[in-house]
């Protein structure tokens, strides 16, 4: 079918790479092909999968064209998952075929094997002529078109009308799968007064068609999970087909949700994150644009799925920072999950206790619904918040554990309560360096510190995953023994605690001791079980456990996410600090959570303690407002890089001299990054600031437009930033 007569149409087809728009194909005699379509292409020496996004008659067309080889085994994509896609595309000023590669990650593996038929729905012809009376009998079962017009002992050329009408129609012959269908009418919590109000004001905003976002605000523990499982059940009972999607920012956290959202509905949701086996993956992809998969709990790439009947999206833990995507395609899960909602025209629920400044304002703006709870359900206080100044009571020499946080650890033990101490770093030592020549030990190409690791006696660039062993000399001035570990990371932390404390059961919960989502969902049960006295976590723990045993929460260094120049920085700072503090004392008893700062006088550590949030946003809210940055204003960021330094100068300056000049908008830099080598690339950031009603990606399309950069340079735009590295 190589080539092109003219007589066909022409199929836009739009690949999962990094190319500025879809390329035409020639569509075969007989194919019939429809937006949406997953179909393989031939692309230089290769065969490639991607999707109709057009078809146009070849009128004009005068140069041959490759023909499209087939469909792929895989379900059409939903015009409203490609429209979403192309819209995530402009939105990030990136190429639509990013999007598209993570929609049909799900498809990795596919082959290109035209498994598909005709099949007859039962509707008659207009014109029954007797070679389309014969078609329609011989399609009883799927067959490919060549197939049911031999069955038939017809041309072709007979299929074309009975499609357009109607009678014959393309089903995929796939394996399908069974999914155990979830029973919304088992019985769920019965809510409190508040919790209560919040559902049923939420599942008054289920309307079909209709887009509507609210925000659930409630402290840790007051129900926010019950809520929206009742929301949930809400909408699959309103409407048998309806499909509900779950976002949660970690697989850690996943697995403590699905297990309530099987214990609800009897049956278990469709999971989706880089956990799920590839065959799995595809028969989920193909249950999600079936419509079978009722409920999907993922990760921020489900956003892409190609649900066939969305009636409602959740973005819990909405404001974590873990939603936005900084690799290859730059996005904001809970930004595009309102986006989604607004093309599916269905609800979108943010859920947090600690919102984002850019969901409460659009809260407070009335944008969205507000909807609060205030107390912890059944009467379960909030734990007690102190600070504990280390400049009044410092830890020992080359220890970081202050005697006022050792003392209550030692009562905790004594009262047979579970301590959990949080440090978010992981490793040994955030840094290694020769005592004899003050060499720090970097990666060869990336200008980051190497973290010793100590259980695996490795010294990692953790931004890169580069790792070597650690040397038993100064790679700088060969001195032996010289080698000493600067600060510390949960592994020294553990290590001091089991100096201190050499009778308890210890466990140290990080990226690297729970490499498997297995491991980790052992470690936890093992904590909630109460078989661990103490544990030392990264944030990956912070996040949604119930450890009914917990009592005491210490953070070990409060003041770390504050350092760096990152505008949330003492947003993020509170947000993390109050959700790890949150764990303590879920149950019946008081929790107590002593915090560790050189910065006692911050608003930050001031908030925290006295529990107020609200003040806190709201100076925090103030000083944005007044520096113009988000959420009152826009940020784009700008990232050339090039192998070596003169080269990335070069497309910096160049850019800044194409730089937009108009009222509204500024464009600071270009300066290095602080992160100015990253895997051999040299760096240069330049950064968009603009006021709100700047349409940024006009601007930066038209910006970008007028710059031709050389080869080996690569630019990369991150709409609204969150890292400054
Ligand atoms: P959040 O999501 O706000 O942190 P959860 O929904 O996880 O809160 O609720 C905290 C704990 O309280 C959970 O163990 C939950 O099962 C329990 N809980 C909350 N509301 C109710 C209720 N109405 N009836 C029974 N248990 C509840």
């Known amino acids: 079918m190589e080539g092109f007569d003219g007589a066909g149409r022409i199929a836009q087809v739009l690949l999962p790479l990094p190319l500025p728009e879809a390329f035409d194909y020639a569509e075969p005699e007989g194919m019939e092909l429809a937006v949406g379509d997953i179909v393989a292409v031939p692309l230089g020496p290769r065969t490639i999968g991607?999707?109709?996004?057009?078809?146009?008659?070849?009128?004009?067309?005068?140069?041959?064209?490759?023909?499209?080889?087939?469909?792929?085994e895989a379900p059409r994509l939903p015009e409203k998952t490609l429209e979403f896609l192309q819209w995530a595309a402009k939105y990030a000023v990136d190429a639509p075929g990013q999007p598209?590669?993570?929609?049909?990650?799900?498809?990795?593996?596919?082959?290109?094997?035209?498994?598909?038929?005709?099949?007859?729905?039962?509707?008659?012809?207009?014109?029954?002529?007797?070679?389309?009376?014969?078609?329609?009998?011989?399609?009883?079962?799927?067959?490919?078109?060549?197939?049911?017009?031999?069955?038939?002992?017809?041309?072709?050329?007979v299929l074309k009308p009975l499609i357009?009408?109607?009678?014959?129609?393309?089903?995929?012959?796939?394996?399908?799968?069974?999914?155990?269908?979830?029973?919304?009418?088992?019985?769920?919590?019965?809510?409190?007064?508040?919790?209560?109000?919040?559902?049923?004001?939420l599942c008054a905003m289920l309307r079909p068609g209709a887009f509507a976002a609210a925000l659930l605000d409630g402290v840790t523990g007051s129900g926010k999970t019950e809520v929206y499982l009742e929301v949930v059940a809400h909408a699959l009972r309103r409407d048998p087909a309806a499909q509900v999607l779950v976002l949660l920012p970690e697989i850690a956290l996943t697995h403590a949700v699905i297990d309530r959202f099987e214990k609800r509905f009897g049956a278990a949701p469709v999971e989706w994150h880089s956990g799920?086996?590839?065959?799995?993956?595809?028969?989920?992809?193909?249950?999600?644009?079936?419509?079978?998969?009722?409920?999907?709990?993922?990760?921020?790439?489900?956003?892409f799925l190609p649900f066939k009947r969305l009636a409602l999206i959740i973005v819990d833990e909405e404001h974590d920072n873990a939603y936005k995507q900084e690799d290859g395609f730059i996005y904001h899960a809970r930004d595009l999950a309102v986006t989604r909602g607004r093309i599916?025209?269905?609800?979108?629920v943010l859920a947090s206790a600690t919102p984002s400044l850019e969901t409460l304002s659009n809260a407070q703006s009335g944008r969205y619904a507000w909807l609060r709870l205030a107390d912890r359900h059944g009467?379960?206080?909030?734990?007690?918040?102190?600070?504990?100044?280390?400049?009044?009571?410092?830890?020992?020499?080359?220890?970081?554990?202050?005697?006022?946080?050792?003392?209550?650890?030692?009562?905790?033990?004594?009262?047979?309560?579970?301590?959990?101490?949080?440090?978010?770093?992981?490793?040994?030592?955030?840094?290694?360096?020769?005592?004899?020549?003050?060499?720090?030990?970097?990666?060869p190409d990336t200008d980051s510190w190497l973290v010793e690791h100590r259980y695996t006696g490795r010294l990692v660039c953790h931004l890169t995953g580069f790792s070597m062993p650690k040397p038993k000399a100064c790679p700088h001035c060969g001195a032996v023994g010289s080698l000493v570990s600067i600060g510390p990371g949960v592994e020294r932390v553990e290590e001091e605690a089991r100096l201190l404390f050499p009778e308890a059961r210890l466990a140290v919960f990080s990226s690297d001791t729970t490499a498997d989502p297995a491991a980790a969902r052992q470690l936890i049960a093992d904590m909630a079980a109460g078989s661990y006295d103490i544990m030392v976590a990264t944030q990956s723990a912070a996040k949604g456990h119930d450890f009914p045993g917990l009592a005491l929460v210490g953070v070990v260094d409060a003041d770390l996410g504050l350092r760096g120049g990152d505008l949330r920085a003492a947003e993020r700072t509170y947000q993390l600090l109050h959700q790890v503090g949150g764990r303590a004392g879920r149950a019946e008893r008081p929790g107590r959570v002593l915090i560790q700062t050189y910065m006692p006088e911050q608003p930050v550590m001031r908030a925290l303690a006295a529990d107020d949030r609200d003040r806190f946003l709201e100076a925090e809210a103030a000083q944005r407002r007044d520096a113009h940055l988000p959420p009152?204003?826009?940020?784009?960021?700008?990232?050339?890089?090039?192998?070596?330094?003169?080269?990335?100068?070069?497309?910096?300056?160049?850019?800044?001299?194409?730089?937009?000049?108009?009222?509204?908008?500024?464009?600071?830099?270009?300066?290095?990054?602080?992160?100015?080598?990253?895997?051999?690339?040299?760096?240069?950031?330049?950064?968009?600031?603009?006021?709100?009603?700047?349409?940024?990606?006009a601007v930066l399309r038209e910006w970008l437009g007028k710059v031709r950069l050389a080869g080996a340079t690569r630019l990369q735009v991150d709409i609204d930033p969150y890292s400054f590295l």
Not at 123 to 135: F, G, M, N, Q
Not at 167 to 178: D, F, G, K, P
Not at 279 to 295: L, M, N
Not at 657 to 683: D, E, F, K, N, S
């Open 50 to 72: 991607g999707v109709v996004v057009g078809l146009r008659g070849a009128l004009g067309v005068n140069r041959p064209l490759r023909a499209v080889s087939g469909w792929l």
């Open 632 to 697: 009152f204003a826009r940020l784009a960021a700008l990232i050339v890089s090039a192998p070596d330094a003169e080269a990335a100068d070069f497309a910096a300056r160049a850019l800044a001299r194409a730089a937009p000049h108009m009222p509204g908008v500024t464009v600071l830099g270009p300066a290095p990054a602080p992160l100015a080598i990253l895997r051999g690339r040299h760096r240069r950031r330049l950064l968009l600031q603009a006021e709100r009603g700047v349409n940024v990606q």
């Open 344 to 348: 599916e025209g269905c609800a979108v």
């Open 379 to 443: 009467g379960a206080g909030m734990p007690r918040v102190e600070l504990i100044d280390l400049r009044l009571t410092p830890p020992a020499p080359g220890a970081w554990l202050s005697p006022p946080l050792i003392e209550a650890m030692t009562s905790a033990l004594k009262a047979g309560e579970q301590t959990l101490l949080f440090l978010n770093r992981r490793g040994y030592a955030p840094l290694v360096l020769c005592r004899v020549c003050g060499e720090r030990l970097k990666a």
């Open 276 to 303: 799920v086996s590839s065959p799995r993956r595809r028969a989920s992809f193909e249950a999600v644009a079936s419509g079978e998969a009722r409920i999907v709990v993922g990760a921020r790439s489900a956003l």
């Open 164 to 201: 357009a009408e109607g009678c014959l129609e393309t089903v995929m012959t796939t394996t399908r799968s069974t999914l155990a269908a979830p029973d919304p009418g088992l019985p769920g919590a019965s809510l409190n007064p508040s919790q209560a109000a919040a559902a049923h004001a």
């Open 100 to 157: 598209l590669a993570i929609a049909l990650r799900g498809l990795r593996g596919a082959v290109p094997r035209p498994r598909f038929g005709l099949i007859a729905t039962g509707l008659a012809p207009a014109r029954p002529t007797p070679a389309r009376l014969k078609v329609l009998a011989a399609a009883v079962e799927p067959l490919a078109p060549a197939a049911l017009a031999r069955a038939a002992g017809v041309s072709a050329g």
